[in-house]
């Protein structure tokens, strides 16, 4: 059913002229699925209140309630006199409906609230839609969608992703929008994060992680006490650029939790030194951007200073970290390399403040539309390394779009690491082998069979020179047959 409704609505906005990419696929769809789970929740605050003999107050009111413009009915049909279309239709949404919602920004208790995720949503989106009729068929398909139960959710979030990972594919960088799945659950399965702590990513995009975690923690039996806490007091995420904001906000919606604490702000802007013990947490999860370059302003709040967006999130991230806090960080694997001041400098504090216990080398095409090397690092802070456990993983082919990563291709990793077994994709470097200039971290596999010696260029040119003789000759036996 929901398949069916998600095809519908990508058909209808394909003949809609504001709307040209997957990017704007996936936004103009989250809206809209996002004032459809509000009614749905509000029907279900509704009922939950009058089973428990209290008042209750909408949250969203009057005619800009979803059955009053979206999808009036009359006597449980829709009724199409009574709804908005055309000119009239885009012109309501346009001027009336997002600044109201806009201003619920304003009246918000706190950022922890729904009314907050309104406000911050529709102060950052516009509507694209020109045709009014291309948003009645639109809003009409999505009216049939519920969220009603934990399976609805389920399969309208698995939808939702499926779009996500096409929006990031379509993209120059895929990894902005899309951490292939199999490699979140494997690093989550290391960090091993436990109901009463917390978790945080800096910069959230479309909230897979959190999303994945929350997956993870919420199993069958929980108590009403746990859920309140994975619900409330759990995920926490930061994330700058407006549209990864509201699909990160969407997602985690569709994955069961109702109000997300993610804010729209930059987590770069934050002084590191500022950061105190209340604004830490036991676990960070994250895919940080690679490149960018912040200004000069934003990289005065890090003790060493980059134009490398990256380096500035790991610092963000170290900091960020409770003492014995996990975490489990994707970068370039140029940063364990790198010979530049900041690259050896941010090296030698991660070896001094934190265990560096495991490194993850992904291979080239883990991240569709990316093209570098990424690795992971897994490290605890508080005490320095000692040791580290590398593993170099090999599915065995090219990863691409039409040959993904895998969890069966992350298994081996996820059981290895355990116990950092050692064997010809895993091996560990002592601390003492590590250059104490350079803090040199390069994936070097020992195992890896010997690469057999060049040849030397004599060498090389007396077999051309062979070769061509022995080609003269064949040719001349020809040309007598002739």
């Not at 996820?414 to 050692?422: D, E």
């Amino acid at each position: 059913m929901y398949e069916h409704a998600f095809n519908a609505i990508e058909k209808a906005l394909r003949a809609e002229e504001g709307i040209s990419n997957e990017l704007d696929y996936v936004e103009q769809t989250s809206w809209v699925l996002f004032l459809k789970y509000l009614h749905d929740l509000e029907g279900d605050r509704r009922d939950r209140a009058e089973l428990e003999g209290r008042p209750h107050a909408p949250i969203i009111d009057g005619r800009f309630r979803w059955d009053r413009w979206a999808a009036p009915k009359r006597d449980g049909a829709f009724d199409h006199g009574a709804a908005l279309t055309g000119d009239d239709l885009v012109r309501f949404v346009d001027t009336e409906l997002f600044p109201h919602l806009a201003l619920f920004h304003d009246r918000a208790t706190g950022p922890d609230t729904i009314e907050y995720r309104i406000g911050e949503v529709f102060t950052e989106l516009r509507s694209k839609f020109r045709s009014g009729y291309i948003l009645r068929d639109v809003l009409e398909i999505v009216d049939g969608l519920r969220f009603k139960t934990q399976a609805d959710k389920h399969e309208l979030s698995a939808l939702y992703e499926t779009r996500i990972r096409r929006m990031g594919n379509a993209g120059r960088n895929g990894g902005e929008y899309y951490t292939p799945r199999p490699l979140i659950r494997a690093m989550i399965a290391v960090t091993d994060p436990q109901i009463g702590e917390t978790i945080y990513d800096g910069a959230v995009g479309s909230a897979g992680f959190l999303c994945e975690a929350y997956d993870h923690l919420r199993r069958p039996g929980l108590s009403a006490s746990d859920f309140e806490t994975l619900q409330r007091r759990t995920f926490y995420g930061q994330e700058k650029k407006s549209l990864a904001y509201v699909i990160g906000i969407m997602n985690m919606v569709l994955h069961g939790i109702e109000a997300p604490n993610i804010l729209h702000t930059n987590s770069l802007n934050e002084n590191v030194l500022d950061i105190r013990e209340k604004d830490r947490h036991d676990i960070v999860l994250a895919n940080p951007p690679f490149g960018g370059g912040e200004r000069r302003e934003v990289q005065q709040n890090f003790p060493i200073k980059s134009g490398e967006t990256a380096y500035l999130f790991l610092q963000h991230f170290i900091r960020k970290l409770r003492p014995g806090g996990r975490a489990a960080i994707v970068i370039k694997n140029t940063f364990l390399s790198n010979t530049d001041n900041a690259s050896v400098a941010l090296r030698r504090e991660l070896l001094e403040s934190c265990d560096l216990h495991s490194v993850l080398d992904c291979p080239q095409g883990t991240f569709q539309g990316a093209g570098v090397k990424t690795v992971v690092l897994f490290f605890t802070r508080g005490t320095p390394t000692r040791r580290i456990w590398y593993y170099q993983l090999d599915p065995g082919r090219s990863l691409g779009k039409t040959n993904p990563l895998n969890d069966a291709d992350m298994a081996e990793f996820v059981t290895l690491q355990r116990s950092f077994a050692t064997g010809p994709k895993s091996w560990i470097t002592e601390r003492a082998e590590i250059d104490a200039e350079s803090c040199d971290l390069s994936v070097k596999n020992p195992n890896a069979p010997a690469a057999e010696a060049l040849r030397a260029p004599e060498e090389i040119i007396d077999a051309i020179l062979a070769r061509d003789a022995e080609t003269a000759e064949i040719l001349g036996r020809i040309r007598g047959l002739l």
